[in-house]
Structures are given as structure tokens and as C-alpha cells.
């Protein structure tokens, strides 16, 4: 199985703070990461995505990826009331499906 | 900013009826998805398609769904007889053919079947 795991949260994080979301998959064959915001009633969109080791930075995101520990995260710099959402994380091996895991809730606290 | 266009935004069936959801993909998109999630659950594959065929499915995917390309734009499934439990929110999705593999999802539609 080609999992992705995340802590479901709620993870509570006081507006202006880092928020700090982890995701650790099992196919050591997995090539690219992608991290997803989804609102609630509407679909994911797209934060950013990572392949290479190291960080990856996009605005107030920036994504890590360590494939030795299996393991990404998403930082949120500065975070913002409108950040509050559910986090997916998600993986591929080359032309194959997009996995998900089950996403993180995320709640920024004004 | 081009986007997926997904028809009904929501349809409530009977048990047993026949329900067919309706996708526009972004137009220089190769390839073609669909996901269902269930309400409170995580994003599940359904099936992919390129060149006019199935690429990948998942156990979800049986004997009482199926896609179709009907024309140049559209991306249907059928569910051919709803079941309770195939209330769901079911993304559509597209993603160019080289690249990285990204997709653009649609804004889903909502089946409720009672």
C-alpha cells in the first residue's frame, strides 16, 4: 500500500505564528509531494508541490521534504485567519494517481 | 485562469437510479480523473484516463461505474445503480501530459442518495 499518514488535527496555531503541518508516506518509491489546501464543502487546490530534498519555498509556504525519513511538511509563515483550512498532503510515483492522506485541520486563532 | 468545470454542483437520487456526473477538463489536459470523498473522509481515487482509456482504477471502482469521453471536451461517470453509500462529494480532475504531475480539480459534484 502506498499510504500517506497525517495527524488529523485540530491543530490550533494563534494568528501570526508558524504553523507547522507533517505527512510521512510509505513507498519509498514515491517521487513527487504535494500539498493541498481544501476548505470546507469545496475542493483541494494546489499550495505548492516538492521532489527534490531540502526546502521549497513559495510566499509565506515553504515545503520540506526529507525522502531518507519519508517525511514532508509544510510550513505557513505569518499565519493568517484565512489559512484556516484542512491540509492534504499527497504523493505519486511518476505518471501514477495522486494519493492522499487524510488531512490535517488546521485553525488559526485571531 | 483556465479551470475544470464540473456538472450538477449537486444531484439527489433514489437508491438504484442511474445518475451520469459531468466534467469539462481544462482544454490542453491529457489526462483525466476522477475522486470521490466521502463527507468527513479523505480524498479517494476512482480511475484515471488517457488516450481514450482507462489507465488505473482503484477497488472502488467496479462493475457499476464507468467513464466515458462521449466528445473532445467532456469527461463523464456513471454510477449505473446508487447505493447509499455512494454519497459522496466526486472531483474531477486534469493535468497536463509532461511536468509534474499536478492536478487541477473542479469543484465537485454532490451526490445524495436516499
Known amino acids: 500500500q502506498k499510504e500517506v499518514e497525517q495527524n488529523s488535527g485540530p491543530l490550533s496555531v494563534p494568528e501570526g505564528a508558524i504553523a507547522s503541518l507533517n505527512c510521512t508516506y510509505s513507498?519509498?518509491?514515491?517521487?513527487?509531494f504535494f500539498w493541498y489546501r481544501q476548505y470546507s464543502g469545496k475542493s483541494p487546490e494546489l499550495i505548492m508541490f516538492i521532489y527534490s530534498n531540502g526546502d521549497k519555498e513559495d510566499g509565506r509556504f515553504t515545503a520540506q521534504l526529507n525522502k531518507a525519513s519519508q517525511y514532508v511538511s509544510l510550513l505557513i509563515r505569518d499565519s493568517q485567519p484565512s489559512d484556516s483550512a484542512t491540509y492534504l498532503c499527497?504523493?505519486?510515483?511518476?505518471?501514477?494517481?495522486?494519493?492522499f492522506g487524510t488531512g490535517t485541520r488546521l485553525t488559526i486563532i485571531p | 485562469e483556465p479551470e475544470v468545470t464540473q456538472t450538477p454542483s449537486h444531484q439527489v437520487t433514489q437508491m438504484g437510479q442511474e445518475v451520469i456526473l459531468r466534467c469539462v477538463p481544462i482544454?490542453?489536459?491529457?489526462?483525466f480523473y476522477w475522486y470521490r470523498q466521502i463527507l468527513g473522509q479523505k480524498v479517494e481515487f476512482l480511475v484515471s484516463f488517457y488516450n481514450n482509456e482507462i489507465s488505473e482504477k482503484s477497488e472502488i471502482f467496479d462493475d457499476q461505474f464507468s467513464v466515458e469521453r462521449p466528445d473532445g471536451s467532456n469527461f463523464t461517470l456513471k454510477i449505473r445503480s446508487t447505493k447509499l453509500e455512494d454519497s459522496a462529494m466526486y472531483f474531477c480532475?486534469?493535468?497536463?501530459?509532461?511536468?509534474?504531475?499536478?492536478?487541477?480539480f473542479g469543484a465537485g459534484s454532490r451526490l445524495t442518495v436516499l
Open positions: 480532475a486534469s493535468r497536463e501530459a509532461s511536468g509534474a504531475n499536478v492536478l487541477t
Open positions: 482544454s490542453n489536459h491529457l489526462y
Open positions: 499527497a504523493r505519486t510515483g511518476g505518471n501514477e494517481k495522486l494519493t
Open positions: 513507498d519509498r518509491g514515491s517521487q513527487s
